[in-house]
């Protein structure tokens, strides 16, 4: 029946959050998809997955899990904010290789945590994100506004205070 399904699916989660607080990533990825099996439309089952994904540096099957998480809901910004965060990681780990793949990811992630901040513009670590990306991209007076951004939603947030002093210095 549906509510078997519904609490069948639900021991998958929970499990699985018991397997992300012991770091057992792979049993993780196991109970979040017989979660996803058992419960398709749930955005959130996808987001988590894709975390855990994440965590596995399992970047293109996170990517995936994001983008399905999107799909179903995309009013969600944190769903928007992991993907970003997964295409600044593949920016970074082809920019020697590829300059061409890494300019690619690293407009997917801008692109993904501007709609991040529109939907959850109280984010201090988005502003900090983006800050990197617009150092990345040479926009060193757009890296200093988002660090200030940052600093103003949390004034103890250390690394916006450091990545500014570095855009100011570029």
Known sequence: TQATKADDASGYWNEAMNNIKNQ???????????????????????????????????????????????????????SYYYRAIIYYRLSELNRLSDLNSS????????????????????????????????SELKDHYGAISDNEKAIELDPTFSMAYNNMGWAKFN
């Open 103 to 134: 300019m690619s990811y690293l407009n997917s992630a801008m692109s993904d945590i501007n709609q991040c901040i529109k939907l959850w513009p109280y984010s201090a670590d988005a502003y900090l994100i983006r800050g990197l990306m617009k």
């Open 24 to 78: 057992d990533y792979r049993s993780a990825l196991i109970n979040m998809t017989s979660c996803i099996q058992l419960s398709p439309g749930v955005a959130a089952a996808y987001a988590l997955r894709g975390w855990v994904l994440l965590q596995m540096e399992s970047h293109g099957s996170a990517i995936d899990d994001y983008t399905k998480a999107i799909e179903l809901n995309p009013s969600e910004p944190s």
